[in-house]
């Protein structure tokens, strides 16, 4: 449905208690008793997979699937599937500047995405208490799909060319794809962009944030947000390009600490993060997610423009135990604080 999404976003920002909002999608195929194989094929699946986390939590909002292989499947590469992982790419769809320059760039709807964007539309017709964000890859991390990332990764020294014709065309194939998440109904958009974090502040500023910032530029307005997230471990020196993006949101990893980027940012630039979603919401305890929540709060819930999230996106086999914990462990916090202030 539609939301003023900037009133949303203050709303966020000035609220004492921020409910969370962590990456929380493909664990529903537990609830669901499917497979990664079955949801990623399947835009019923997808949108009741959507609606049961939103009837189970109370996050901020509904997020979609961070499955960073759709959009290079689009333009042709090659995908591994399995039940219990979410899909990733295989091989190298562009060896060289020539075939860069070849390539074409796909319709949305090419591949999955037609199923993904139908999967929103459908969401939103089920979730309709909070607002649904779709999910993306972004431009940088898009090139080093259909390049290679250790590939594009020396490009960025010695072939810039190469790389400025991939993200050109990621860049306009991504603004297409975010239109048609618009149009069906999302209030936002999560662009996921985890190879850019290992880039050094110049190379990033250079070949990242341009292209998301061209993104964000096309298509964010009062009624569709932009969440920008990064979980690489080069985020603080990479602050200033990030921020230069515009995007509304920033959502960080657990490479980083939180503190860090709450301490450089302005008061009212909210930002996201970061519970280990492999070391807690997959491989911890109720205890140790609740202890591992409680201590970011106590370190970072004094900024009023922290909201905590997952650290990244939440595996498909992550305990549910761990993940009612967390937001459990969020209410605690949030209960004792307006005592402590009562």
């Known amino acids: 449905m539609p939301r003023d999404m900037k009133a949303w976003r203050q709303a966020l920002l000035s609220a004492p208690y921020k409910k969370p909002l962590p990456i929380l999608s493909f664990p529903a195929v537990q609830l669901m008793g499917i497979t990664v194989r079955d949801l990623i094929s399947s835009s019923d699946h997808q949108a009741n997979a959507m609606a049961l986390i939103a009837q189970r939590t109370d996050a901020s909002a509904s997020v979609s699937f961070m499955d960073l ?4 499947e689009a333009f042709g590469a090659t995908i591994r599937v399995s039940d219990d992982e979410v899909p990733t790419v295989t091989g190298m769809l562009v060896h060289d500047e020539d075939e860069a320059a070849a390539l074409s760039v796909p319709p949305v709807g090419a591949g999955r995405t037609g199923l993904y964007v139908e999967s929103i539309r459908k969401a939103c017709g089920l979730i309709t208490d909070r607002p649904v964000l779709a999910g993306m890859i972004g431009p940088y991390s898009l090139a080093a799909r259909l390049r290679d990332v250790s590939e594009i990764m020396m490009d960025s020294y010695d072939d810039p060319d190469l790389v400025h014709t991939l993200l ?11 239109n048609a998440y618009k149009e069906a109904g999302a209030n936002g958009l999560v662009i996921a962009e985890p190879v850019a974090g290992l880039l050094s502040p110049d190379l990033a500023a250079e070949f990242s944030a341009p292209y998301v910032k061209k993104i964000a530029d096309a298509v964010q307005d009062d009624a569709f947000l932009i969440i920008y997230h990064n979980c690489g471990g080069a985020v603080i020196p990479q602050l200033p390009s990030i921020l230069s993006t515009g995007a509304a949101a920033y959502h960080f990893g657990n490479a980083i600490d939180m503190r860090d980027v709450l301490q450089k940012v302005p008061a009212d630039t909210i930002c996201m993060g970061n519970i280990d979603p492999a070391g807690e919401f997959r491989g911890g305890t109720p205890d140790s997610m609740r ?5 970011l709060l ?5 900024y009023k423009n922290f909201v905590l999230s997952s650290g990244c996106d939440i595996p498909p086999l992550s305990k549910w135990e761990n993940i009612d914990a967390f937001f459990a462990a969020a209410r605690d916090y949030a209960g004792c604080q307006a005592c402590c202030q009562a």
């Open 298 to 302: 106590d370190a970072c819930g004094g």
């Open 291 to 295: 202890k591992a929540t409680l201590r």
């Open 69 to 72: 292989s759709v959009e290079a």
């Open 168 to 178: 050109q065309k990621a860049t306009g194939f991504l603004i297409a794809y975010a």
